[in-house]
């Protein structure tokens, strides 16, 4: 599949009283035309500012792109003019925001709000998008759309907002879309209705999806591919299958250790990943998980790891080669928790 988008080095770094803040530091990852791709870490880890950048969206004071390239169909999104780049927005590339309660203005109709990127970007006016706007409710399974596409966001469900989140962001058929965290204020029977919409719509146009979240259930379902967020970094990528069978980062490795297993025999304490990410205002000289990890050897201190491929499209930042030591690792965890 070609390539649709390829992020090189992007560092964004935000400038405070206190110090620069390396919310995203040298990130590397590209995106396939029609691929699923989820971006999964702790909070604060630089999921959603990754996202913001690439939309340049990061609000300047006291954000800023230091360093890096954002190639979306072979052009640097960080060298277009403004002008270019609120064309792009919304049209080539759209955003399902993380909370639909606060993305949605209060005051305009979801009508209004629908169409107007139709009408900006499409051309189309009056009744043209109007029909278009009651055709997206539908599409994304809003009963009665003729009807409610003249009601305001209060008078949705939480679930219902963020359905017409995912059709203002379809409006245009984009290339890319960006979904931040769809579902977390949501419960879960709605949150597994939005995650299939999103999924059969993306089928049916041939978009490309960038999910974020920290639900590696979510993860399992719909991705094709994962990279693993920590302090800034990616610090694991591989396919979904690569990731869930064969971790090969601490990191990850803690992650899905503190997944509940519904296929559990027995019961199994969860575990958790002692300790807090480090402060992103200071250097960090080697390895950034470092203080949190159980294989950790001297080198871990002073030396930063780069990616390095384990396995065939399976990369890992770590010093160790932790295959054989992850599955030891879980299988003890496990027991020490019986």
Known sequence: MAKLLEVNNLKTYFFTEEGVVRAVNGVTWDLSEGETL???????????????????????????????QILFEGKDLLKVDDAEMRSIRG???????????????PVLTIGQQIRE??????????????????????????????????????????????????????????????????????????????????????????????IITHNLGVVARYADRVNVMYAGEIVETGTATDIFKRPRHPYTIGLMASVPRLDATERIRLTTIEGQPPLLIQEIPGCSFRPRCDWAVDKCDTDHPGLEEKEPGHFARCWRNPLVDAKTQVVTAASAAN
């Open 38 to 68: 989820a971006l999964v870490g702790e909070s604060g880890c630089g999921k959603s500012v990754t996202a913001m950048s690439i939309l340049r969206l990061i609000p300047n004071p006291p954000g800023r792109i230091v360093d890096g």
């Open 91 to 105: 049209n080539r590339i759209a955003m399902v925001f993380q909370e639909p309660m606060t993305s949605l203005n």
């Open 117 to 210: 990127s139709i009408e900006l970007h499409l051309g189309l006016d009056g009744e043209a998008s109007t029909a278009r706007a009651v055709e997206l409710l539908e599409l994304v399974g809003i009963s009665e759309a003729a009807g409610r596409v003249n009601d305001y966001p209060h008078q949705f469900s939480g679930g219902m907002r963020q359905r017409v989140m995912i059709a203002m962001a379809l409006s245009c058929n984009p290339k890319l879309l960006i979904a931040d965290e769809p579902t977390t204020a949501l419960d879960v029977t709605i949150q597994a209705q939005v995650l299939e919409i999103m999924a059969r719509l993306a089928t049916e146009f041939g978009t490309a999806v960038l």
